[in-house]
């Protein structure tokens, strides 16, 4: 019923990725976990005050919800990691890494929201 979104907490991507989530695995509702540039503080793994609170609500997320399908997303123009494309989706690459270290249960995918606010899945490396 559920899956889990980690997403900025820019309030124009939440849309675009909620009804992405829904669509792509047929759940009903979508947890989601924001930050400021969220895929810059997983792909660093620092500053580790925020890594953790993220970790704690994916914990909550994926064992009380039992989310087995997790979106980690990036962004045009985020403020909170103000990087071009290109070094976003590295950096969501090395995160999706650290979560699925984290929650080898779940499905980790990666998702761009672009400059029309689309959300797009990206190809995992």
Known sequence: MFCTAINCMDGRVQSPVAKFMKKRFGMKYVDTVTEAGPVKILADQAPPELLNSIMKRLEISVGVHESRAIAIVGHHDCAGNPVPR?????????ARKVIVGRFPEAEVILLWVDEQWNAVEVPVE
């Open 86 to 94: 290109e070094k976003q989706l590295q950096q969501l690459q090395a």
